[in-house]
């Protein structure tokens, strides 16, 4: 549905990354649940997917980008360290932006 790597791909990423160069991000759908319960399943998954291309459109094509549960996505980022800190976390406030606004087929997604 996503086209994100699985969580069991997500393990087998996440033991193989050099973990002296590399980030891990836990991105959350803080909505989710709310929109399974007030909207139609479609809405949700229409959500989900949404926030998958927006991830793949603003991170490199080096990064794994993984959906680990119905709601949670993790985001391995090799040949990162801790100066690109402030890059990653201007990326994250421009990425929650752009899913804050609602679009024809998904509702606003809120990520944290």
Do not use: W
């Amino acid at each position: 549905m996503t086209g994100l790597y699985n969580s069991s791909a997500f393990d087998i990423l996440f033991l193989d990354a050099d973990s002296s160069h590399s980030a891990l991000l836990l991105v959350d759908l803080a909505d989710y649940e709310k929109v399974l319960e007030t909207k139609v399943k479609a809405m949700a998954n229409h959500a989900v997917v949404r926030t998958a291309e927006v991830l793949r459109d603003n991170f490199r094509a080096s990064d794994f980008i993984c959906r680990i549960q119905a709601d949670e996505i993790a985001i391995i980022l090799p040949r990162t360290d801790s100066s690109q800190r402030s890059v990653i976390d201007s990326k994250l406030e421009m990425i929650k932006g752009l899913l804050a606004e609602a679009d024809q087929d998904a509702p606003a997604v809120d990520i944290c």
